[in-house]
């Protein structure tokens, strides 16, 4: 990894959306992150990829202060998070996460409008709602159902909704769509990819799936104990030269579609 640059402390049209200085989250004798320095340029959707604790999760935290490390900064356009108030910093931020957690008892309007006016207690206006239902790519009338009336794949939508109504820039995204079935999660991931960029977001989404993040990301990372040990682009990723963390990564949907290529010249030709 090239070595990280200083970051200015004011806000600056052409630097990083959000940049990680040195940041450090111990628990006890485990060591969650370690030292991460990164920079994320505005409008990059950077997936971050790597084995089960290896810190993805507690990384992402770190943006939207549900984690405060224990040494180094977060900065969002330049201003530490530890500047702003929290309950707005939240709000200002999309974040998403595996088995969303609709409130059981409110419809998908209600559930939409949690985030962004829990201040105001006030509910989110019709056209809103229909809006970010269009947007999710929901059925208007579902604003009205209760979350046991939808599949999973609808309950992550309106988890999605419900983080863009507060009209962030910045969407985390911890296993948004991890749960779901391979099919359900590919048009997801796809829809959300068009999202982003028509949009025009910065997006960090936590997926276990190296394939997902090939095919969606500008840039990957690669964490492991703590660490991000490969920061590189999908091309570069499938290049190789990245280390053996990615290169372990990637070798499976590789060798996966060197099979079903396989399987497929060994069909007789009609
Ligand atoms: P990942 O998302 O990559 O699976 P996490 O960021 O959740 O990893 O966790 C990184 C490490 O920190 C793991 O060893 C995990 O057990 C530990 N950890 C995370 N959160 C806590 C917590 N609240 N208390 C104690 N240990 C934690
Ligand atoms: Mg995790």
């Not at 770190?62 to 702003?84: H, T, Y």
Request: charged share 20%; aromatic share 4%; with cysteine.
């Amino acid at each position: 990894m090239a070595p990280t640059a200083p970051f200015p402390s004011t806000l600056c049209a052409h630097g990083p959306a959000v940049a990680f200085e040195g940041v450090s989250k111990h628990y006890g004798s485990v060591v969650a992150i370690d030292a991460v320095s990164a920079t994320i340029l505005p409008g990059t959707f950077v997936a971050i990829v790597g084995s089960s604790g290896s810190g993805k999760s507690t990384l992402v935290k770190a943006v939207n202060r549900l984690v405060e490390p224990d040494a180094g900064s977060v900065r969002i356009d330049g201003q530490d998070v530890l500047e702003r108030e929290q309950h707005e910093l939240r709000r200002s931020i999309g974040y998403v996460f595996q088995n969303i957690g609709l409130f059981p008892h409110m419809n998908v309007a209600q559930n939409i409008g949690i985030g962004s006016r829990i201040a105001s207690r006030k509910p989110l206006p019709d056209d809103q709602v229909a809006a970010l239902l269009d947007l999710v790519d929901l059925p208007r009338d579902f604003a009205t159902r209760l979350p046991e009336q939808l599949s999973g794949g609808q309950q992550q939508r309106v988890g999605v909704a419900r983080a863009l109504a507060g009209e962030p820039g910045l969407m985390l995204m911890d296993e948004p769509f991890g749960a779901l079935d391979p099919v359900t999660r590919e048009a997801l991931g796809e829809q959300y990819r068009a999202l982003h960029e028509r949009l025009g977001l910065t997006t960090i989404m936590v997926t276990h799936d190296m394939a997902e993040a090939l095919l969606f990301a500008d840039r990957i990372w690669v964490m492991a104990s703590g660490r991000i040990v490969a920061d590189a682009s999908p091309a570069e990723m499938i290049a190789g030269q990245c280390g053996p963390e990615a290169e372990a990564l990637v070798a499976v949907p590789r060798l996966q579609a060197d099979r079903i290529t396989a399987m497929r010249n060994m069909q007789p030709q009609p």
